[in-house]
T-cell receptor, first 113, second 113 residues
Framework: GENVEQHPSTLSVQEGDSAVIKCTYS??????FPWYKQELGKRPQLIID?????GEKKDQRIAVTLNKTAKHFSLHITETQPEDSAVYFC????????????FGTGTQLKVEL | NAGVTQTPKFQVLKTGQSMTLQCAQD?????MSWYRQDPGMGLRLIHY???????DQGEVPNGYNVSRSTTEDFPLRLLSAAPSQTSVYFC????????????FGPGTRLTVT
C-alpha cells in the first residue's frame, strides 16, 4: 500500500522566516496530495493541495511543489507568523477507488517571536 | 450548513464494552471515511464508504464495524473496546472522486480503561 514519510517532525523558525516541510510517497499511481493544518484540539483543515498534473501551486504565503519522478512533494510557508504555529500533515491519495488518503506523521511548526 | 458533525466529543469506556460513534454530514457528499489519530502516527484510515450501502476496509479495520444506510450518516461501532483503541477519531466526507477536499468533523476523544 501507499506509504508517506514526512520530515522534519518538529520545526522552529523565527517570525518572518520561511519554513519548508518535505514528504515522500511510495505509490507512483497516487495523483492527489493535500496538506492539512491542525491546531491543538481542533480538526485537520485543508490549506493547499496539488494534483499530479501540476508541478507547483501557490496561495498567498503558502506554496506546494511536486516532483513526480522523485515521488516527493514539499510545503513552503513564507513570512511566517505566530498563527502559523500548528501541526502540518501531508497526505497522498490511495489508488483504487474512494477518496482515501495516507497521511504523513506530521510536523510540529513553532514560529517564535 | 452544519458540515460534518460527530457525537460524542468525549467518551470513556471499560475494556470489553461496545459503543457507536456517530457521524453525519449535510453536504450531500457521497464519500465518507473514518480515521483514527494517535500521537506521532498521523491519521490512519479505518473504514470508508463511497455511497449508501457500500463500505470497505481501510488500513486499520480490526475491531471496528461500519454501515451506511443513508447518504448523511456513517456510524462507527466498536464491538469490544480494548485499550489499544484509545485514540481521537475523525470522520470525514467529500464529493465523489479521488481529488476532492475531505472535510473533517470535530473528532471524538475515546479512552478505554
Amino acid at each position: 500500500g501507499e506509504n508517506v514519510e514526512q520530515h522534519p517532525s518538529t520545526l522552529s523558525v523565527q517570525e518572518g522566516d520561511s519554513a519548508v516541510i518535505k514528504c515522500t510517497y511510495s505509490d507512483s499511481a497516487s495523483n492527489y496530495f493535500p496538506w492539512y493544518k491542525q491546531e491543538l484540539g481542533k480538526r485537520p483543515q485543508l490549506i493547499i493541495d496539488i494534483r499530479s498534473n501540476v508541478g507547483e501551486k501557490k496561495d498567498q504565503r503558502i506554496a506546494v511543489t511536486l516532483n513526480k519522478t522523485a515521488k516527493h512533494f514539499s510545503l513552503h510557508i513564507t513570512e511566517t507568523q505566530p498563527e502559523d504555529s500548528a501541526v502540518y500533515f501531508c497526505a497522498a491519495s490511495i489508488p483504487g477507488g474512494g477518496n482515501k488518503l495516507t497521511f504523513g506523521t506530521g510536523t510540529q511548526l513553532k514560529v517564535e517571536l | 450548513n452544519a458540515g460534518v458533525t460527530q457525537t460524542p466529543k468525549f467518551q470513556v469506556l471499560k475494556t470489553g464494552q461496545s459503543m457507536t460513534l456517530q457521524c453525519a454530514q449535510d453536504m450531500n457528499h457521497e464519500y465518507m471515511s473514518w480515521y483514527r489519530q494517535d500521537p506521532g502516527m498521523g491519521l490512519r484510515l479505518i473504514h470508508y464508504s463511497v455511497g449508501a450501502g457500500i463500505t470497505d476496509q481501510g488500513e486499520v479495520p480490526n475491531g471496528y464495524n461500519v454501515s451506511r444506510s443513508t447518504t448523511e450518516d456513517f456510524p462507527l461501532r466498536l464491538l469490544s473496546a480494548a485499550p489499544s483503541q484509545t485514540s481521537v477519531y475523525f470522520c470525514a466526507s467529500s464529493y465523489s472522486g479521488s481529488e476532492y477536499e475531505q472535510y473533517f468533523g470535530p473528532g471524538t476523544r475515546l479512552t478505554v480503561t
